[in-house]
């Protein structure tokens, strides 16, 4: 089945410090969302990427699809204690009708 | 957006037996779906509910083991089958809203322990 990997597992960061976790599938995708979900939480949705090469921001988070729409990332600048939860890419492929598969997830922590 | 319940919101159930989880949304959905999510891992996509007919189920997964059901666009069930303690989880009832990006909305979950 369609892998997607994500890196890295957990990040511990202090407050204030910027924060990446990158998304790598085996199989190229159709679109990639990115999800958060908090401790005890549900996951939330956050965005959806559709094109090669797309950039789009969200106040602080920043995303991004590669080229050949087999990675995404997640940028998040001067975390705050508030971002704190796991945050999972979603890919999907068209072929095997549209569902999409969740990323293994970063789990973020952020020290005030 | 869709808000959605699921019941219950946990249980505790003796091996052999199962256990149905109901999923019911406040509008009508295009797709639902039912993820397994096991404490502090990823999800995994257990199914697609079609309203209708028979649900589409991913690699390792069932009927037998994990028959659904979705009679109509807002609601769907989940049976976990003849539970072993490897059933305990998470499920989450996931849907897809008419127009929009895609997204995904979840439910709470229930949270099944198998003694």
């Known amino acids: 089945g369609q892998q997607v990997m994500q890196i890295p597992q957990y990040q511990h960061v202090q407050e204030g410090e910027d924060f990446t976790t990158y998304c790598n599938s085996s199989?190229?995708?159709?679109?990639i969302q990115w999800y958060k979900q908090r401790p005890g939480g549900h996951p939330v949705f956050l965005i959806q990427l559709v094109k090669s090469g797309e950039v789009k921001k969200q106040k602080r988070l920043t995303f991004q699809f590669g080229e050949a729409k087999k990675n995404s990332s997640l940028h998040i600048t001067a975390t705050q204690t508030t971002d704190v939860g796991t945050y999972f890419c979603a890919g999907s492929i068209l072929i095997a009708g549209n569902q999409f598969y969740f990323g293994t997830g970063t789990s973020l922590t952020v020290i005030p | 957006s869709a808000v959605i319940s699921q019941k219950p919101s946990r249980d505790i159930c003796q091996r052999g037996t199962s256990l149905t989880i109901q999923c019911q949304v406040d509008s009508q959905v295009t797709m639902m779906f039912w993820y397994r999510q096991q404490p502090g891992q990823s999800l995994t996509l257990i199914a697609t509910a079609n309203q209708g007919s028979e649900a589409t189920y991913e690699s390792g997964f069932v009927i037998d083991k994990f028959p659904i059901s979705r009679p109509n666009l807002t609601f769907s069930t989940l049976t976990v089958s003849n539970m072993s303690p490897e059933d305990s989880s998470i499920y989450l009832c996931?849907?897809?809203?008419?127009?929009?990006?895609?997204?995904?909305?979840f439910g709470p979950g229930t949270r099944l322990t198998v003694t």
């Open positions: 996931s849907v897809r809203a008419w127009g929009g990006d895609d997204e995904q909305y």
């Open positions: 199989t190229t995708l159709s679109n």
